[in-house]
């Protein structure tokens, strides 16, 4: 286990904050694999940066590196695929866990996903002037479904789905802008910054976020959450799109039903456009 042997090997040599941290990661390397870095740095009592720090001081590029490579020594390679496939399962056992683990990422996000906290995104984006929808990598599809629902119902609303315009829309945010931003982690860097960026401009910040402690959370006014059961280490996004996806639609549906008579008109003159492209 290369990640371990050198935290091990290190660990005499660590300061007292390193030293804390680099317990918990060998103590529970299996539960490490499901954490995010916030969940470790509080752990620990340590901060985030110094978590970061340790992930580079034993080679790794950051915590989801040094998280990967756990899970390589940690957990069977088939379950990059997905957590409960095994490698003889028929296409039949295949779709059965594929479906049951779906349905269960709903019914646990239903469990978790706030009516208030609902309630507080649909008064926030209602009150704003513009919206602005940041997601990157596997949040991108979601955010760009998004993006397409709430132009349907008439919102002006703006997609930003590449770091750099993440971070210009960031910059030219203010008190009349609410910002969604969705990141199953919580943990990816662009995201976490851009909005970070909204939220001192004086954007309302909401954020659709997988259930636990993870870094973007510091910077939401309004945290959406689901509960995808997937790890945070592998590198594609299947539960939690899944899980998002509902979020999004709650979401759309409380704001046209906020929006009344206009929400509806809205909807029908995107019908009517839409159906000139059909034969």
Do not use: W
């Not at 659709?208 to 509960?227: C, D, H, K, M, W």
């Amino acid at each position: 286990m290369a990640a371990l042997s050198r935290l091990q090997a290190l660990r005499p040599g660590l300061t007292p904050v390193a030293a804390r941290i680099a317990d918990v990661v060998l103590n529970s390397p299996a539960e490490v694999v499901h954490m995010s870095v916030t969940e470790v740095a509080e752990r620990s009592g340590a901060s985030e940066g110094s978590v970061i720090a340790l992930c580079r001081q034993i080679g790794a590029h950051g915590f989801q590196h040094l998280k990967i490579e756990l899970a390589r020594d940690l957990v069977a390679p088939v379950q990059a695929i997905h957590e409960d496939l095994n490698p003889a399962d028929e296409p039949s056992t295949v779709i059965r866990k594929i479906f049951a683990s779906g349905a269960q990422a709903l019914s646990d996000t239903l469990a978790v996903l706030d009516p208030g906290a609902l309630a507080r995104a649909v008064t926030a984006i209602r009150s704003a002037r513009r919206l602005e929808v940041y997601g990157i990598g596997m949040a991108a599809p979601i955010a760009e479904d998004a993006h397409i629902r709430l132009l349907r119902i008439g919102l002006d609303c703006r997609l930003a789905v590449d770091s750099h315009l993440q971070a210009i829309s960031a910059a030219q945010a203010g008190p009349e802008t609410a910002v969604l931003t969705i990141s199953h982690s919580g943990s990816t860097l662009e995201t976490v910054m851009a909005t970070k960026l909204a939220r001192e401009r004086g954007a309302s910040t909401i954020v659709i976020t997988n259930f636990g402690r993870s870094p973007i959370q510091a910077y939401a006014e309004i945290v959406l959450y689901t509960a995808a059961r997937e790890t945070r280490y592998r590198s594609e996004a299947m539960t939690s799109r899944i899980a998002q996806l509902a979020v999004v639609d709650a979401l759309v549906s409380c704001l046209a039903l906020s929006g009344g008579d206009a929400s509806l008109d809205a909807l029908r003159r995107s019908f009517e456009a839409l159906a000139l492209k059909r034969y």
